[in-house]
């Protein structure tokens, strides 16, 4: 095809349509269906493979379905030109945007997608159509300009989105007067101070929120907004990995932090003292969302992370969590006691809230008082009744628990046991009749007996109250379209599985990376359970003060799966990698 280069031109539908025909792709009826249907008013500014695409037809060659980014793809080769899927994770926006201006962009239908010292990438969705290219190439010379086709619908959102942004950027900058250098901790923020962009302002505001609305895109668990020596920097945390989405000026990430802190009622004048804050919104599918804030002076400002607690997520169905078979069965058998404690136990950012969450839903009907006390309210759930520690007031989870015992309750969930005074009263909550449920940090089940006892708990009274121990951690799972095949190395599986014996097994999968998981080969989480139920034998055990290595043992008599063979099961299964379970699972 090197036509283009004789001449340019735009494809239209009818070209296109011509093209399918050609290639076998679609039938003389499919084309004649589309050339006598009108398009609707809301249609007119569509690209002729939009408008192709929303007649839901079939690849008579492949028997796929002809959507939007398979028939952008088609064009591509057709044009000989590479077809580009935008990942705004990876895009330096000021950098591409600062190529050309948006009148510019916008009237061609371009995008700067990539740039580096020597190239320049820019993506649009008419490949034949390059009245452009002369006039850009004199414009960024040296560097060269590679040409590729994108997605019209990713090409119409993106051109828009990077540009306000740059602009909101440009504007909060210019209200700023001169741009004022980040000040470090000695400095408090001087309300009315020329300086700084206003946090008021409707450039930071935009900004703010673009930021939410992306983060809810990309699946984000938490934002962090991190002051920095020469400015400020934008970083996700999807599927527990930090990724850095943005760079901004420091006066405009103060701004945005400023702004962030009036929704979230904090003291925005107070920059010293780390504080916490929530914030209510709605995430673009129109659910209400709770985000947690907390800010942290730092050597060159102050520092915000939101944790973004997505009700979908903090309760689900066992099956979603990954808890079944012979596991799901022991935990619904503990969770059916009328009296005694559960612990789950694990790291931070294990998923232990999110467990927790889901079995006291389940577990609250309209027969039983559900209450818990927790730091902070991680989410407001309506069937419990839920209170907050106050250290202020001295209402820390020990008397919170006492208050609790007053009102009623059949089932408590304390949101961590800390010290003795916590563990004493869930002791006592749990022989007075209550089921309660709680969370420990140990590395896994079988450690969170001796650590009550490390904490000043009497093995006997362990040994009478304790139902069973849940250790969990969170693995992430393969992405479904490019996962591959792969043989496993028996060396790196023996130290998973060792002292326990098992074969290698013959297939599993490894991470490649597509366009649907963002490049990392990974696309959402699944938890890896330990579940110790105490039996008599073992109870008898704890309750004669027995060590870790023979509790242990007796565990592993009885059955106990330990996180180890979770792992192994979930890699044989072709959920997740070898290096992903060696990743989180403890080798001890």
């Known amino acids: 095809m090197n036509k283009k280069h004789h001449f340019s031109f735009q494809v239209d539908v009818r070209w296109c349509l011509d093209a399918l025909l050609k290639d076998g792709k679609i039938s003389q009826r499919d084309v004649n269906l ?158 009315g101070d020329v300086q700084n962009p206003d946090a008021n302002d409707q450039h930071i505001v935009r900004i703010v929120d673009w930021l939410l609305q992306y983060a809810f895109d990309q699946r984000a668990s938490d934002i962090h907004l991190e002051p920095r020596r020469q400015g400020g920097r934008v970083r996700f945390r999807i599927d527990g990995v930090l990724h850095t989405v943005y760079d901004m000026p420091a006066p405009i990430l103060t701004a945005v932090i400023s702004r962030i802190k009036i929704l979230g009622r904090m003291n925005v004048a107070e920059r010293r003292k780390p504080q916490d804050g929530r914030l209510k919104t709605r995430t673009p599918k129109g659910i209400e969302t709770e985000l947690r804030l907390s800010t942290l002076p730092t050597a060159f400002g102050e520092k915000l992370v939101m944790r973004i607690f997505d009700p979908e997520v903090l309760v689900r169905s066992f099956e979603q969590l990954g808890l079944t078979g012979d596991d799901l069965a022991k935990w619904r058998q503990m969770a059916a006691h009328p009296n005694g404690i559960i612990l789950v136990t694990g790291p931070t950012g294990s998923g232990k809230t999110t467990t927790l969450y889901s079995t006291l839903k389940q577990l609250a009907t309209d027969e039983v008082n559900v209450c818990t006390i927790e730091d902070p309210i991680e989410m407001i759930e309506s069937s419990f009744n839920q209170m907050q520690v106050q250290s202020s007031i001295e209402l820390g989870f020990a008397e919170g628990v006492r208050a609790l015992m007053r009102q009623d309750p059949d089932i408590i969930m304390i949101g961590e046991i800390r010290d003795q005074d916590t563990a004493d009263m869930g002791i006592q909550a749990a022989l007075t009749g209550h089921l309660v449920l709680s969370t420990l940090h140990t590395n896994d089940a079988p450690s969170s007996l001796t650590r009550l006892h490390d904490l000043g708990v009497q093995p006997f009274l362990t040994a009478a109250t304790i139902l069973g121990v849940m250790a969990q951690r969170l693995v992430r799972t393969l992405c479904e379209y490019c996962k591959a095949p792969t043989t496993i190395d028996p060396e790196s599986w023996n130290q998973l599985v060792s002292p326990w014996t098992s074969n290698p097994p013959p297939q599993v999968y490894q991470a490649v990376g597509c366009e649907h998981c963002r490049g990392t080969g990974y696309k959402g989480r699944m938890g890896l359970y330990e579940i110790l139920v105490l039996t008599n034998e073992m109870k008898r055990l704890v309750g004669d003060g027995a060590n870790l290595n023979q509790i242990k043992q007796q565990a592993y008599r009885e059955g106990l799966q330990p996180l180890r063979l979770a792992g192994a099961k979930r890699v044989s299964e072709g959920t997740t990698t070898l290096e992903e379970v060696m990743r989180v699972v403890p080798l001890s």
């Not at 028939?71 to 044009?79: C, V």
């Not at 201006?101 to 009237?107: D, G, I, Q």
């Not at 990713?154 to 828009?160: A, E, G, K, N, W």
């Open 34 to 191: 589309i050339a006598t249907t009108p398009r609707r008013k809301d249609q007119l500014q569509w690209h002729p493979l939009q408008f192709i695409a929303s007649f839901d037809l079939t690849d008579a060659t492949t028997q796929q379905k002809l959507t939007l980014p398979l028939l952008s793809q088609w064009l591509a080769e057709k044009a000989d030109v590479p077809f580009f899927r935008i990942d705004p994770l990876k895009v330096n926006v000021p950098a591409v945007t600062a190529i050309m201006s948006f009148e510019y962009a916008e009237r061609h239908r371009i995008l700067a997608v990539a740039v580096d010292s020597e190239t320049i990438t820019i993506g649009s969705d008419q490949p034949f159509y390059d009245d452009w290219l002369e006039n850009l190439s004199h414009i960024v010379r040296p560097r060269q300009i590679v040409r590729v086709m994108l997605n019209p619908e990713q090409l119409s959102r993106y051109l828009i989105e990077f540009y306000q942004v740059t602009r909101a950027i440009a504007g909060a900058k210019g209200t700023g007067g001169t741009e004022a250098t980040a000040k470090g901790v000695e400095a408090l923020l001087q309300l």
